[in-house]
């Protein structure tokens, strides 16, 4: 690009966080991923790190990179506007990441990810490490799921029975480190969008739960159903209940997020769900 396209290279603040929500936006547009990346706490959270670059043409942000350092490995979130890519700007963001990180591993977050991010970090000998679709509802059908012989539901109660249904749902997916029962409720009871009236535990003929859903605003946030009773729609089941107690609300979209090599993604797609965009993570090792 010549000087009068070049854009201007500074840091940036919590003063410009209506510049990066505007970013954030204009990346979901186009690539999809998490809608929650255009509110102001995981704007926050994501680009308003320890140290910042930012560039900006006309008046406007069009690419930006927050790092954080501290920890024994450095975390990083980047963007470039959809009608800047091409010009070589993702690459001087994540060069910019990497000299910040110095000799620690590099973490990167993208909430918004695209096939050129992808590429971008691949070439640099980053491995992604996690991938989850984010999907969508718009609730304008919802799906009619039977319920299952013997299974019964009823609103979740925060406490230990709902940390074990969750516990014994996920114990055997790979990679699971169990929160404690303190830490998981806790963070459930201090979320003030938690939606406990919508959430439901299920159970099976002799009281014993054998599966829950709980649900934040209009997001569901986790599907769970113990191993000796999942291929029994008990899983669809929930969620469709899920479904139609947030259309009665007054939702007009649900989303959640699920990770790409778990196979419910193919159950919520059948229920009605469309793939929406993807978020991911990427690893640079330096040991």
Do not use: K
């Amino acid at each position: 690009m010549d000087g009068t396209d070049a854009p201007t290279w500074t840091e940036f603040g919590e003063e410009h966080l209506p510049e990066l929500t505007r970013l954030a936006e204009a990346c979901l547009a186009v690539d999809g991923g998490l809608p929650l990346f255009a509110r102001a706490p995981l704007v926050r959270a994501r680009l308003l790190q320890t140290r910042t670059l930012g560039a900006w043409h006309d008046g406007g942000l069009v690419a930006a990179v927050g790092v954080g350092l501290g920890g024994r490995t450095a975390t990083s979130t980047g963007l470039v506007r959809p009608d800047w890519r091409g010009r070589g700007l993702g690459g001087r963001l994540l060069s910019w990441a990497e000299e910040q990180a110095g000799d620690a591993d590099l973490l990167v977050t993208t909430e918004s990810w695209s096939p050129g991010a992808d590429a971008l970090f691949t070439a640099r000998g980053f491995e992604r490490t996690f991938t989850e679709w984010v999907q969508r509802h718009d609730l304008g059908a919802l799906p009619e799921v039977a319920r299952p012989v013997d299974v019964t539901t009823e609103p979740v109660t925060l406490g230990p029975e709902l940390f074990e249904a969750y516990r014994a749902s996920f114990a055997d997916r790979p990679g699971f480190a169990s929160p404690t029962a303190e830490e998981w409720l806790g963070e459930l009871g201090e979320d003030d969008e938690y939606r406990p009236d919508l959430s439901l535990i299920a159970r099976g003929p002799d009281g014993a739960a054998v599966g829950f859903v709980n649900v934040i605003d209009n997001w569901v946030d986790q599907v769970g159903v113990v191993p000796e009773w999942r291929g029994r729609r008990v899983g669809a089941y929930l969620m469709a209940r899920a479904l139609r107690g947030l259309a009665a609300d007054g939702a007009r979209e649900v989303c959640l997020c699920v990770n790409d090599n778990n196979p419910a993604a193919g159950l919520y797609r059948q229920l009605g769900f469309q793939d929406a965009g993807r978020r991911a993570r990427y690893l640079r090792r330096r040991s």
